[in-house]
C-alpha cells in the first residue's frame, strides 16, 4: 500500500483507474491489478479533495473494501447502501463520476452524499446516519417478494452502529431470515478493540468453502435428529464468542463474520465471494483505519475528517498540521474582543460563542448538564467536556435518547443544554414533544447549523426546524442577530422555565462585541433599529445583516425580532399601524415559519395589512455555499430589495424609485 504524508496538488498519475468507467471492468481484474488500483484510487480522492474541500477521512479508509465490493458483487444490479455517505467517495470515483469529484459539494457539482438521482449505482440517498440496515432490507424483501436473486449490501461505520434505529434494523432482519449482508466498518473510532490473531485465523476458517460446506450439510443431517441442531448451533456460537463479538449478532439471528483486517484487499475478496451466495443475514466486520494511507490522518482522524480546499501554496502545510489542517482551525477558548488596531471586534463562529458560554454558565450553576448526540468538536463542546467531564454525555448518535435523557435529569432539578444540530433534532421530535414539551420540562435546546449550511445540501440544512418547534405549545424559540444576542439568548433560554430553544446559523457572526457577563436578554421584545416609511422589514436572526442593507436601500424601517416564538405583539401592532407593507424575512422554510406567526397574530388582532413573507422556498435547496443558496433563494440584500419592487402596482408608491438607491 502506498502511503502518503502530503495531499497531491497536481492531479497524480492513475492509468489503470483511467480506464474504469464503470465497476464492470473491475471484476475481470487479477489480485495484482486490483492492488494497484486500490493505490491510484487513494492517490485520486486525495488529490480531488484537496481541489474542492470535503470528508475524506472516511473514504481513504474503506478504498479496499470499496475495490472489492465492486469487484465481487455484480453492482447495480447487486444493491450496495452506503451508511453514512462519507465513505462513499471512493465509490463515486469508480461509477462513473471520476472527473467530476473536484467538483463535489460546489454549487451546481457532485452530492456530497450517495443520491439516487446522480447515479444507478446510488441505491439509497443518505445524509443522516444509521438508515442503511434498514433500507437494504427493504431492498432485500421486496427482491424476496419478486423473486429476485439480487444481492443487498448494507456497509456501516461503527459510528453508525450505535444508533438505535441501526440494531431495529438488526433484530428485524434476524426474524424476517432476508437474504442480507451487513459490513460493519469499525475503524476504531467506536467499538470493538483488536482481538488478535486467533480471531483472524478463526475469520480465514469460517469463510473457507469446506467449513461452508460442512456447516451446510450439517444442518440437513443434523436437523433429523431432536435437540442436535439446536446443540451444534450453540457450541459453534460459544466458539465464536470466545475470540470475537459474534455473540450479540448471532443472537439477533446473522450469520458472523470476522473480525478481518478491511486493508487486506485478497482477505476482503474471498471473504465477500464466500458470503455473497450464503443465504440468510449474514455479517461481516472488517477493521479499517480512518485516514488509511494519508499519515496526518491517519495520527488524527478525527481532525482529518474532511478538509477545506486547499490552495496549491499551502497544500503542502496539510501534512504539517497547517493552517488549513481542521486542527489548525479549532476555536481558541477565550473570548474574543475587540482587535489590536481594529474598531470593530474580530467575527466569531456563533458554536464558539455557546462553547464559552456553557463553560462560563456551568461554573456559575452546578446544576448544568451538557448533552450531545456525537457532535462534540462541530458544537464546540470540546472545552466543556475536559473542564467539566461529570457533567458531560455524549450519548453518541441516537438523538431519541439524547432528549429523553435530558427530560430525565430534568425531573430531577438538573439544568441539562442539549446541543443539537437543527437538521439532527428532527430524529428527536416525538421526544421533544412527549417527554419535554407535555411535561414542560425545563430543558435549552442550541440549535446549531440553523438555516443553509451550505455544501452538505438538502439533507443537512436547518431548513424547517422554525415551522416544527412554532407549532409545539410552550416552546420559547429565539433567534440571534449577531455574537452578542446569542450569548443573551442562551441565557434567556437557560433561566425560562420551560423548554426553550435558541437556533443559530453555521458559521461567523457580523461580529459584534460579546460581553463577558451572563446576562438574559428579555424574551418576547423586538428591537427597531430603523426608522423609515411605508414599509417594515420584520428581520428574524441571521437574516438582520442583509435586512439591514435593503433597508437602507428601501428608507424602510428595520425591526430586529429577535423572538420568534412569543413574538413582540406590540413591536408587529406598531409595525402594522405605521406601515403600508410588512415584510418577514427568516432563513426558514415560508411554510410554518416565523412570517406564518406574523401573518396569525394579524389575523388574531383583526389587522388588514399588505404582508410579504420571505423565506425559504417550499422546494428542498440543493448544496453550495451559503452566499449562493441566499441569493438563489432571494434572500441577500439584492433578492430581497427585488422581491419588493416586484409587488403590485398599489405598493409601488411605498418604494422609492431604483434611482436613488
Known amino acids: 500500500m502506498k502511503l502518503f504524508d502530503e495531499i497531491p496538488v497536481e492531479r497524480p498519475a492513475t492509468p489503470l483507474l483511467d480506464t474504469i468507467d464503470t465497476p464492470d471492468a473491475l471484476r475481470s481484474m487479477s489480485t495484482t491489478q486490483l492492488r494497484t488500483l486500490a493505490d491510484e484510487l487513494r492517490a485520486y480522492l486525495l488529490y480531488s479533495v484537496g481541489c474542492s474541500g470535503g470528508h475524506f477521512g472516511a473514504g481513504l479508509g474503506v478504498i479496499e473494501l ?42 451546481g457539482g457532485l452530492a456530497a452524499f450517495p443520491k439516487r438521482g446522480e447515479s444507478e449505482y446510488d441505491t439509497f440517498g443518505v445524509g443522516h446516519s444509521s438508515t442503511s440496515i434498514s433500507a437494504a432490507l427493504g431492498m432485500a424483501l421486496a427482491a424476496r417478494t419478486r423473486g429476485e436473486k439480487r444481492r443487498v449490501c448494507a456497509v456501516i461505520g461503527d459510528g453508525a452502529l450505535t444508533a438505535g434505529m441501526a440494531f431495529e434494523a438488526l433484530a428485524h432482519a434476524g426474524h424476517v431470515d432476508a437474504n442480507l449482508l451487513v459490513i460493519l466498518n469499525d475503524n476504531e473510532m467506536s467499538i470493538s478493540e483488536n482481538v488478535g490473531g486467533m480471531a483472524t485465523y478463526l475469520a ?153 458560554w456553557l463553560c462560563d454558565m456551568a461554573a456559575a450553576d452546578g446544576r448544568l448538564i451538557g448533552i450531545t448526540p456525537a457532535m462534540r468538536e462541530g458544537s464546540d463542546l470540546v472545552r466543556f467536556s475536559q473542564e467539566y467531564p461529570e457533567r458531560y454525555y455524549d450519548v453518541a448518535i441516537a438523538e431519541q435518547h439524547a432528549l429523553t435523557l435530558a427530560a430525565g435529569m430534568a425531573c430531577e432539578g438538573m439544568k441539562p443544554v442539549v446541543a443539537i444540530y437543527s437538521t439532527f433534532l428532527q430524529r428527536g421530535y416525538d421526544q421533544l414533544i412527549h417527554d419535554i414539551a407535555v411535561q414542560h420540562l425545563d430543558v435549552t435546546f442550541a440549535i446549531d447549523r440553523a438555516g443553509l449550511v451550505g455544501e452538505d445540501g438538502p439533507t443537512h440544512h436547518g431548513a424547517l426546524d422554525l415551522s416544527y418547534l412554532r407549532c409545539v405549545p410552550g416552546m420559547v424559540i429565539l433567534a440571534p442577530a449577531d455574537e452578542a444576542e446569542c450569548r443573551a439568548m442562551l441565557s434567556a433560554a437557560y433561566h425560562h422555565s420551560g423548554p426553550a430553544a435558541v437556533r ?28 423609515g416609511s411605508k414599509i417594515a422589514l420584520l428581520a428574524f436572526g441571521s437574516l438582520n445583516t442583509p435586512a439591514a442593507e435593503a433597508a437602507e436601500r428601501l428608507d424602510a424601517t428595520h425591526y430586529n425580532m429577535r423572538s420568534v416564538k412569543p413574538l413582540d405583539r406590540q413591536a408587529v401592532l406598531e409595525a402594522a399601524r405605521e406601515h403600508e407593507l410588512l415584510v418577514t424575512l427568516e432563513e426558514n422554510a415560508v411554510a410554518g415559519g416565523a412570517g406564518s406567526g406574523v401573518n396569525e397574530l394579524l389575523a388574531d388582532e383583526g389587522v388588514q395589512v399588505a404582508v410579504l413573507n420571505l423565506g425559504i422556498p417550499d422546494r428542498f435547496i440543493e448544496h453550495g455555499k451559503p452566499a449562493q443558496l441566499l441569493h438563489e433563494c432571494g434572500l441577500d440584500a439584492e433578492g430581497i430589495e427585488a422581491a419588493i419592487r416586484r409587488r403590485p402596482v398599489s405598493t409601488q408608491e411605498s418604494v422609492p424609485p431604483e434611482a436613488g438607491k
Not at 475495490?67 to 471512493?90: C, I, K, M, N, S
Open 204 to 356: 480465514r476458517i469460517l469463510t473457507s468453502a469446506p467449513y461452508i460446506t460442512v456447516r451446510e450439510g450439517g444442518k440437513k443431517v443434523l436437523s433429523k435428529l431432536p435437540g442436535a441442531l439446536e446443540l451444534a448451533r450453540r457450541t459453534e456460537e460459544h466458539v465464536k464468542g470466545m475470540v470475537s463479538p459474534a455473540t450479540l449478532f448471532e443472537e439477533m439471528g446473522f450469520n458472523y463474520i470476522g473480525p478481518i483486517d478491511g486493508h487486506d484487499l485478497p482477505g476482503l475478496v474471498h471473504a465477500l465471494r464466500t458470503m455473497r451466495d450464503l443465504d440468510g443475514p449474514q455479517f461481516l466486520h472488517i477493521k479499517t483505519s480512518k485516514g488509511k494511507g494519508f499519515r496526518p490522518a491517519e495520527a488524527d482522524p478525527i481532525g482529518y475528517h474532511a478538509i477545506t480546499k486547499l490552495e496549491k501554496a499551502n497544500a503542502a502545510e496539510i501534512g504539517q498540521g497547517g493552517p488549513q489542517s481542521p486542527a489548525a482551525q479549532a476555536p481558541a477558548s477565550a473570548k474574543s474582543g475587540p482587535s489590536s488596531g481594529s474598531s470593530r471586534p474580530k467575527p466569531r463562529k456563533f458554536c464558539n460563542v455557546f462553547g464559552d
Open 504 to 531: 443559530y446559523p453555521r458559521g461567523t457572526g457580523p461580529g459584534s462585541e460579546i460581553p463577558v457577563h451572563l446576562d438574559a436578554l428579555e424574551i418576547g421584545r423586538a428591537e427597531r433599529r430603523r426608522k
Open 66 to 107: 470499496t475495490v472489492a465490493l465492486h469487484h465481487a458483487l455484480e453492482t447495480p444490479y447487486d444493491r450496495l447502501v452506503w451508511d453514512v455517505g462519507h465513505q462513499a467517495y471512493p465509490h463515486k470515483i469508480l461509477t462513473g463520476r471520476r472527473e467530476a469529484m473536484t467538483t463535489i459539494r460546489q454549487y
